[in-house]
């Protein structure tokens, strides 16, 4: 199971707070898959996951929606 959350059209820190609350909702092992259009949010991402300890599996770019693939760790 992996969920999706779409934070495109927030700016800073939105994404990253709505993130946080979505991430608590998915088990442990699964993933999220965040959408988002903040530039921000690129280095937002990488240091929530390592601040977390969540995993940053894959992140992407595909015109203005940046792409992220975390992993919920315990």
Do not use: H, W
Not at 25 to 31: A, D, I, L
Not at 34 to 51: E, N
Not at 55 to 69: A, C, H, I, W
């Amino acid at each position: 199971m992996s969920a999706t959350l779409d934070a495109r059209g927030l700016n800073c820190p939105l994404p990253i707070l709505k993130t946080k609350k979505a991430i608590k909702e998915v088990p442990v092992g699964e993933t999220l898959k965040v959408l988002a259009t903040d530039p921000s949010s690129v280095k937002d991402m990488d240091a929530f996951c390592r601040a977390t300890g969540n995993e940053l599996m894959e992140s992407g770019q595909d015109g203005n929606t940046y792409t992220f693939l975390l992993r919920r760790k315990a």
